[in-house]
């Protein structure tokens, strides 16, 4: 991957809420100006009751982050021959009469249509018939093609069981059924490759928990945005420090939750935010934002050995190269876990995928398959939507020029659970939420209907414990 695509897609997100901040802008404009003219025209008391009642209605209908139409039609193109015949929707009953396997990766293309409450409630179908019933929810509004991911329904789908109800939306014409045959990854050695601290768990904490043999290389100390810190009476610099350290002690200790063994799970102490700069300039050190810090090996004394960075500490790309180069000939996984830049957005996730593209250039081991995720997406900062514990249908994607490989992982419940007290074991999804989006949530659960995540109040304990996990795969020998 090219720096300038990173810079491409990143500039994109911004681009997306510039505009998301100046429509909103003058849609308050507008709106004061008509409060004006009421109150000028009706009565004085009734413009600061109508600002009220706008703002909650704002709230909770209206403050998701969707960049995009949700009369958009979502755009895949998927592996040729992975499209299969034979299914279809009978008075709501899902029939196939392809025999499926318990492992495959299931896609269901369904076009749905919002109802009126679906422009205020969000819009799902029930996936019922299945040991656990599931639902899969989509933009208010939604009205265009919609992915289900059906992974682990194989047997009921097989047996005729598995029935459709479209929730607050209808389902038009014949679904549409992708099957697509992976090996089983857990067989294999796998690394997975975190830009931050619970960017592993977020993402793959099912598969490498599962896997033969699993590493957790975490790249950045994730020190930054320590106001939580500094409310205990620390400077800047120190708050940025502790918090840099307690999530370096994360990256290790975490994955012991999983089985991982600590010689296995190493941080790189690279520091948050900066990678695109060493990128951009690969043997120039670029210290920490906040820590006054321009050593990385404050972050790597967990590490139960010696790196090449760790002989100077420069925060350097050549450095950051060096070091995963050394993990790749120790570990020689089987698997690399890393995020996709073509779903993706985060400068740092960007920058990770290029550094281990980079890495194994001319290497002698080379991984067998790569696979990516996608923590955070350019147009949909909902995604995945509805509750925890429910599946995971593909995210918002609109162009089908380039293939895409959906792979998909079920989750137990007690896998679930398992994936949530490591998310709650991580210092930085433990914060409570600012008071304004505390009060959001509440309305979005009086009157929109959303329910809070059981297992914390981070918004990741919502989008992350599910029914599923997906990755993409990126390179498959």
């Known amino acids: 991957m090219q720096s300038g695509a990173g810079v491409q897609r990143m500039s994109r997100k911004q681009q997306l809420l510039k505009r998301h901040r100046r429509n909103k802008r003058i849609a308050l404009l507008i709106g004061l100006l ?8 009706v009565a004085w008391w009734l413009p600061p009751v109508l600002a009220v009642l706008l703002w909650a209605a704002h709230e909770a209908w209206f403050a998701d982050h969707l960049f995009y139409s949700p009369k958009d039609s979502y755009e895949y193109a998927f592996p040729v021959g992975s499209e299969q015949p034979g299914l279809r929707l009978e008075a709501g009953q899902l029939l196939c009469d392809t025999p499926l396997a318990a492992d495959e990766t299931l896609i269901v293309g369904v076009e749905l249509k919002s109802s009126w409450l679906g422009r205020f409630l969000d819009p799902a179908v029930d996936v019922l018939g299945l040991e656990i019933p599931d639902r899969q929810v989509f933009e208010r509004g939604v009205a265009g093609r919609r992915y289900l991911n059906l992974t682990g329904a194989a047997e009921a789908l097989s047996a005729g069981s598995v029935r459709l109800r479209a929730r607050f939306c209808r389902i038009k014409g014949q679904p549409t059924l992708w099957r697509l045959r992976q090996p089983d990854y857990r067989l294999h050695r796998v690394m997975v490759i975190a830009p931050h601290a619970d960017d592993a768990e977020l993402a793959a904490f099912s598969l490498y928990s599962q896997a033969t043999e699993s590493w957790v290389v975490t790249l950045t100390a994730g020190e930054i945005e320590a106001e939580h810190y500094q409310q205990m009476g620390l400077p800047r610099a120190e708050a940025a420090r502790l918090k840099g350290r307690l999530r370096a002690w994360d990256s290790i200790a975490v994955p012991r939750w ?6 296995q799970c190493v941080q790189l102490g690279y520091f948050c935010m900066q990678l695109q700069a060493m990128h951009a300039a690969p043997d120039q050190p670029k210290a920490s934002r906040e820590a006054d810090l321009s050593d990385t090996r404050l972050f790597r004394q967990f590490n139960g050995f010696a790196l090449p960075g ?3 500490g420069a925060p350097t790309w050549h450095n950051l190269i060096a070091d995963l180069r050394a993990l790749l000939l120790k570990a020689r996984p089987q698997v690399i876990v890393l995020p996709t830049p073509l779903l993706d957005p985060h400068a740092d996730h960007i920058c990770a995928h290029a550094a281990v593209l980079e890495a194994l250039q001319g290497l002698e081991w080379q991984p067998d398959t790569l696979l990516g995720y996608a923590n955070h997406l350019h147009d949909n900062d909902r995604w995945p939507m509805g509750d925890s514990g429910a599946g995971v249908a593909l995210p918002p994607r609109f162009d089908a020029a380039v293939e895409m490989v959906p792979c998909s992982f079920p989750l137990s419940l007690s896998q679930q659970q398992d994936k949530a007290m490591a998310l709650g074991m991580m210092h930085d999804l433990q914060p409570p939420a600012p008071f304004k989006r505390r ?15 059981p297992y914390g109040e981070n918004e990741f304990f919502r989008k992350a414990v599910r029914r599923h996990e997906l990755l993409w795969v990126l390179k498959q020998d």
């Open 34 to 41: 008509m409060l004006v003219v009421i109150g000028v025209l």
């Open 258 to 263: 999983a089985g991982v063994p600590e010689t």
């Open 439 to 453: 009060v959001r949530r509440w309305l979005q659960q009086l009157l929109a209907g959303r329910k809070p995540s």
């Open 310 to 312: 760790d002989v100077d």
